[in-house]
């Protein structure tokens, strides 16, 4: 027979006031404690930082052994190392948030770039594309803290149970002075000290105000860029007007385009554009980035090594070699701005909302190319930073654009069989939607290209992406992604108005690219002659010798 619920909760409560009565409470709540915070340890380090976060983490829970009189000095105590140890739980559920978003640390230079480079509007909306995590995260917190309160409080000794944590065996008074001088050992380390919450995020925190006021205003290095630049005698060789177009667009991975073998049909206009003009536009198959986040990628991109192994400013060379610079951004980032389109002559920030929280179309980008393109200028660089398909993926297409919203196609099929989430294939079909809107944006721009160049013009446009996206590819993951091979595929796309056959094209194509050394083909076809010029890192030349980045993963063949 089963009790009425009056009964249960009246069992529950005498269960309860048993336990919480029990003359050995005290320290049985001290070894729950302690195995609550091996727990919270586990769940946000690795095994090293695990050992080494519970050194730090012991003081405060030997500091509950000392029996204290006074209620009022109990209390005090209660609180200092709730403070303490809620300190812990925090650390930890930050770090595995972080881990899970990124593949990275807290103090990584990804992390660090992408929270100095943010601003209150984009952090909003990264928490509301990752509410469902941070729900589940806020959630844990509560609890964990609520149960760590009561523990702290349950476990500490006072002159009415001191019976209970009077140490009288041997061994325990040696294990006690190992976990002593174990304490004072971590403690004395700074690289173990400097682990320790308190002291941790509040550094964190020191050093993103200071990036960011880093990248505040940049223009001396700019103009030691452009001298140095000047002083590697770059020049444009000819006299025929020149004309680079370089599309550069965010978050997109190769492996969602239909372009590329993806069996959702995400790029028929750039498809339709290969079938087109074989001749003139390469498709590289195996485009890699060397970078898995924006800021690190751009740099990649733009600062080229030289003899003197002083990185120079790829728009410093075009500059100095008599390039006209046009750079036209839908990104809102100060870093992006200071340190690479302040090069230009022309500087046209459509887009003040940063990339996360904006839904403003890449499409804007076309009017203001349109006039880049009419610049009575003989040599034009044009720069074109586009959003993409960056998260959050559902902001980079029309209302009611998502062709893949219900779709049971065989994409849908896969990740079912893979065990994903139903979160993860919406994020998955709000990807390819996102693909699907840009495709027809990104030929827009060259089909704008075309129409301005006159037929004995020297002229090139390029498409490329700073760094791919894992999307459920191969883990339960939705965004930027150093740790899997998705975060770095990238798509890569040429078209020059010098024609080419299609067989040579074609061989091209299957030659690996890296974006890093992109810069190498640019100053190729801008015409551009320099004292650094490496001809073995431009992938249109005979010379070519592609050389496998290290992307800190292991990448069985770059061929794929």
């Given at each position: ?58 003081p405060f829970l030997l500091i509950l052994f000392i029996p204290l009189a006074r209620p009022r000095h109990q209390r005090l ?70 149960f760590l309160v009561f523990l702290v409080f349950s476990a500490s000794a006072s002159s009415a149970n001191v019976k209970q ?396």
């Amino acid at each position: 027979m089963f009790l009425d619920p009056l009964q249960q909760f009246q069992t529950i409560r005498r269960w309860t006031n048993s336990l919480w009565s029990h003359p050995q409470r005290p320290i049985w709540s001290w070894l729950v404690l302690a195995c609550f915070m091996i727990g919270i340890e586990v769940f946000g380090h690795d095994q090293i930082k695990t050992a080494q976060m519970l050194v730090l983490a012991l003081p405060f829970l030997l500091i509950l052994f000392i029996p204290l009189a006074r209620p009022r000095h109990q209390r005090l105590r209660v609180i200092f190392v709730c403070v303490a140890l809620i300190a812990f739980v925090l650390d930890s559920v930050l770090r595995r948030f972080i881990s899970d978003a990124y593949q990275a640390a807290p103090d990584s230079s990804m992390v660090l770039s992408a929270v100095a480079n943010t601003s209150l509007l984009e952090s909003r909306e990264f928490i509301a594309s990752y509410a469902l995590p941070i729900i589940q995260l806020v959630i844990l917190s509560i609890f964990s803290i609520g149960f760590l309160v009561f523990l702290v409080f349950s476990a500490s000794a006072s002159s009415a149970n001191v019976k209970q944590f009077r140490i009288q065996s041997l061994w325990l008074k040696i294990l006690l002075g190992l976990a002593i001088i174990l304490c004072i050992a971590g403690y004395a380390s700074k690289p173990w000290r400097k682990l320790h919450p308190l002291y941790f995020w509040p550094r964190i925190s020191l050093v993103t105000i200071e990036l960011r006021s880093n990248w505040h205003d940049l223009k001396a290095q700019r103009e030691k860029q452009l001298n140095f630049a000047k002083s590697l005698q770059a020049v444009a060789e000819g006299n025929t007007p020149s004309t680079l177009v370089l599309i550069l667009s965010d978050s997109l991975n190769r492996d969602n385009m239909s372009t590329h073998g993806y069996s959702r049909t995400t790029t028929p206009q750039l498809e339709n554009l290969s079938k087109r003009m074989p001749e003139q536009v390469i498709n590289f198959r195996y485009a890699w980035s060397v970078e898995a986040a924006t800021i690190a990628s751009l740099k990649s991109l733009f600062y080229l090594d030289t003899p003197n192994e002083k990185p120079v400013h790829l728009l410093a060379l075009a500059k100095a070699a008599g390039y006209h610079i046009t750079w036209i951004s839908n990104h809102d980032g100060q870093a992006i701005e200071q340190e690479h389109a302040r090069f230009a002559d022309h500087l046209e920030m459509l887009n003040n909302i940063p990339g996360r929280d904006s839904s403003s179309s890449d499409s804007s980008t076309h009017q203001p190319l349109i006039a880049a393109l009419a610049r009575p200028v003989q040599r034009k660089l044009i720069v074109v930073h586009m959003l993409g398909a960056h998260p959050q993926y559902k902001m980079r297409y029309p209302e009611n654009a998502n062709l893949y919203i219900d779709a049971k196609d065989k994409v849908y099929r896969d990740l079912e069989r893979q065990g994903r989430s139903s979160w993860l294939i919406e994020k998955r079909n709000e990807y390819d939607a996102a693909i699907r809107n840009h495709d027809a944006q990104v030929v827009k721009t060259l089909e704008i290209t075309q129409q301005a160049l006159d037929k004995d013009q020297r002229g090139a446009w390029i498409f490329v992406s700073d760094h791919g996206q894992e999307v459920a590819h191969t883990r339960n993951h939705a965004g930027h992604s150093a740790s899997t091979a998705a975060g770095f595929r990238i798509p890569a796309f040429i078209w020059n108005n010098q024609s080419s056959t299609i067989q040579a094209n074609q061989a091209l194509a299957q030659r690996p690219f890296r974006l890093d050394w992109l810069g190498w083909t640019m100053l190729t076809l801008m015409d551009i002659r320099w004292t650094g010029q490496q001809e073995n890192k431009n992938i249109l030349s005979p010379s070519y010798q592609f050389k496998n980045p290290e992307l800190g993963i292991p990448i069985s063949t770059f061929r794929n």
